[in-house]
């Protein structure tokens, strides 16, 4: 059975820093492409951060390069994203995701999600 279960959504006020965890289970981690996607209210998911497995290419939304770094923890099972100098428009609801891309797949396992609000 597949989890991807996020944690450490918070309230902070901009410029602040949070780190999202993501502990996953169920399928072969470190073969499978992971990221971090956001939605907001009713608008459809937006793709923030992502890796590709076997020392593929990292990708950024351009909106949150240079202050968000994805990381994992293959040991783990451990996905992160850390966030710096938080904006208003982060403001957001936070999903972990995985998918076997290698093979053509798309990200089809999710967690439940994790709030994020950015605010003074």
């Known amino acids: 059975q597949v989890q991807l279960v996020e944690s450490g959504g918070a309230a902070v006020q901009p410029g602040g820093s949070l780190r999202l965890s993501c502990a996953a289970s169920g399928f072969p981690f470190r073969r499978y492409c992971l990221g971090w996607f956001r939605q907001i209210g009713d608008k459809g998911r937006e793709k923030v951060a992502a890796?590709?497995?076997?020392?593929?290419?990292?990708f950024y939304h351009d909106s949150v390069k240079g202050r968000f770094n994805i990381s994992s923890d293959n040991a783990q099972n451990m996905l992160y994203l850390q966030m710096n100098n938080l904006k208003s428009e982060d403001t957001a609801m936070y999903y972990c995701?995985?998918?076997?891309?290698?093979?053509?797949?798309?990200?089809?396992?999710w967690g439940q999600g994790t709030q994020v609000t950015v605010s003074s």
């Open positions: 995701a995985a998918g076997d891309c290698v093979r053509g797949g798309d990200f089809e396992y």
């Open positions: 890796l590709v497995p076997f020392g593929g290419t990292t």
